[in-house]
């Protein structure tokens, strides 16, 4: 079975700490999903190697990793997750996370990527997800987390160059969901989304 040109996928969307790492986890579990978050992508690098410096470098005050180093390490890492036969283009759907998280980006990955469905989790409320950002820093040692002026930088960061990003696509398939409520509730409202699309044309892991 020959590789699809562009991979199925589903993009993720929403600011810093709404909840897209928890939930992309939990529905990567399921067959037939692949879920992969650039900020796990980059905190998993060596962190003395060049590119792990450049990330620490940016993310520690809250910024972007530059376009082009961004997508060119995630095509590596597809690649290897390709050969490592972790995740498979004919038959997976790829759940990204964390990425087009800018316009340039978006553009980019126009060639790699065939985006079926956005999830756009929204919340409003600022301070819970503050809140749940500081948790996560004491529970993983993110120091992106852990500084509340980094916190609120990245804020910035997401209304000024990720927001743009929903622009890029078809509003059609968009959904905006609420992130407010536990994650099993969260989950129940992407899902409602998702599995009665899976059967749409557009899903065909074949083409
Ligand atoms: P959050 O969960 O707060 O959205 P992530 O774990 O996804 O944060 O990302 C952490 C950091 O990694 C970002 O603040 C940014 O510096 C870098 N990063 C992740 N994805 C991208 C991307 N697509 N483009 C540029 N930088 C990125």
Redesign the pocket.
């Given at each position: 079975m020959s590789t699809p040109k562009r991979y199925s996928s589903i993009l993720l969307i929403g600011?810093?700490?709404v909840g897209?790492?928890t939930q992309g986890k939990m529905i990567g579990a399921i067959p037939g999903f692949f879920h992969l978050?650039?900020?796990?992508m980059?905190?998993s690098l060596d962190k003395e190697s060049e590119i792990g410096l450049e990330?620490t470098r940016?993310?520690s005050q809250?910024?972007?990793?530059?376009?082009f180093l961004?997508v060119r390490l995630?095509r590596q890492h597809v690649d290897q997750l390709i050969a490592r036969e972790l995740y498979s283009p004919t038959s997976d759907i790829l759940l990204l996370?964390?990425?087009?998280?800018?316009q340039p980006?978006a553009e980019t990955m126009r060639d790699y990527i065939d985006p079926c469905m956005i999830i756009h989790l929204v919340c409003e409320n600022i301070d819970e997800m503050v809140r749940r950002?500081q948790k996560r820093a004491t529970e993983q040692g993110r120091p992106?987390?852990a500084d509340e002026s980094v916190i609120r930088k990245?804020f910035e960061?997401y209304a000024e160059q990720t927001a743009p990003v929903l622009a890029c696509y078809d509003q059609e398939i968009i959904y905006d969901i609420d992130a407010l409520g536990t994650q099993a509730e969260v989950l129940l409202r992407i899902l409602s989304k998702i599995v009665p699309a899976i059967a749409n044309p557009c899903f065909d892991r074949q083409k």
């Open positions: 600011p810093p700490g897209k790492g978050a650039t900020g796990d980059f905190r990330f940016y993310s809250g910024l972007l990793v530059p376009d961004t995630w996370d964390g990425i087009p998280r800018s980006q950002m992106d987390d990245r960061v």
